[in-house]
C-alpha cells in the first residue's frame, strides 16, 4: 500500500521557510497542511498559495493534530523552544541551522531529545549536493586512500546587513557552520581548532566586532588537516569549493556554471561565466534531497538526515573557532 504524504507544519515564512514550502510542495511524499508565522500576512500568503491553514502561533501547528512533522524555519533564538514543543508532542522535526548561538541551551536540551526518541533533523543542505556527496562518498570508498588534507572555500557573493550581522552570532556560527558539518562528513575524530579573522573590507563586521575574513584549521586525531577559507564577499559569485588530498589521489568539487558558453577572442581565450550569485541556486537540489531524505526519517525508515548531535557539534567547533580567532590561542576539541 502507498503511504500517505507526510503532512509538514512550517514555522517561519521568510526566505528560506519559502525555500522549505516550494521544496514540500514539490515532493509527491510530503504536503504543507500548516503554517504558522507571527507575521501573519506572510503565512497566509504561504498558506494560500500551497493550500495550507495559516496562523500567528507555532503552538496551534504543534498542537492541531493534523502535521506529521515540523520544519523549523524560524529566527534562530525560536529554535530551542520549538524543538522541545514538537518532541514533546511526538513530532519528528527539521531544523534550520544553528539550533542556538547558546550552547548551554542547546546542552540543556540534549536530554530530552535523546529520551524521547522522537527524531530530530538539522538543515546542513549542502550534505546532499549531488557533486560534494558523491566525492564524500568516494572518500570514505579509499579511492584516495587516506584523507591527509581537506580545504573548504566558501565565499558569499556579498557581506549581509550589519542588522543581521549583529543578531547572527557572527561569522562562524552562522555562514562557517555548514563548513564545520561538512568537514565532519568527511573527517572523524576532530580534536583540535585554530582560526584567524579580520575585518578587511565590511562596516557591519566592523561595527558588531564580527569578521568578514577567516580562516579555520582543523586537526584531526588521524592526523588529518581540515583548511576552511571563508570570506564574505566574492566577485565572481557564490564560491563553493572542496579538495580532498588522501595518499593515493585527490578529489575536487568545483562550482557549477551559470552556463556552459566559453567565449575566445582577441581579449580573452575559455573566458567563462561567472558562478551563481546566490546560495538557493547552487543548493536548489540539495534542499529538495534533503527534504526527501527526512520524509524517510519521519517514516521509520533509514536515513542520512544529520542529527540533533551533528548541529551540537558544528557549534562547539564553531564556538572554539570564535575563542580561537578572538585569543589567538588553540582550541581542544573532541568531535
Known sequence: MTPQPVRFGLI????????????????PEATLAWVADPFIEGARATA???GATATEFAEQVINSGEVDAILIASPTPTHVDLIEASVRAGLPVLCEKPIDLDLARVEALRPLIEASGVPVALGFNRRFDPNHAAAQARVKAGDIG??????????????PPAAYIGTSGGIFRDMTIHDFDMARFFLDGIVEVSATGTRTFDPGAREHGDFDTAVVTLRAESGAIVTIVNSRHSAV?????????????????????LNTVVLSNAHAVEAR??????????????????????????????????????GRAALILADAAQRA???????????
Not at 146 to 159: G, N, T
Not at 277 to 306: D, I, M, N, Q
Open 237 to 257: 559569485g557564490y564560491d563553493q569549493r572542496i579538495e580532498a588530498f588522501g595518499s593515493q589521489g585527490m578529489l575536487q568539487v568545483g562550482n557549477p556554471q
Open 325 to 335: 580567532a578572538e585569543t589567538g590561542a588553540t582550541i581542544a576539541a573532541a568531535l
Open 273 to 310: 561565466p561567472p558562478y551563481p550569485e546566490f546560495f538557493l541556486e547552487r543548493y536548489a537540489e540539495a534542499y529538495s534531497a534533503e527534504l526527501r531524505e527526512f520524509v524517510k526519517l519521519v517514516r521509520g525508515e533509514a536515513s542520512t538526515s544529520p542529527t540533533f548531535d551533528d
Open 146 to 159: 587516506a584523507l591527509e588534507q581537506l580545504i573548504i572555500i566558501s565565499r558569499d557573493p556579498a557581506a
Open 48 to 50: 494560500e498559495r500551497y
Open 12 to 27: 517561519g515564512t521568510g526566505r528560506i521557510g519559502q525555500v522549505h514550502a516550494a521544496s514540500i510542495a514539490a515532493d
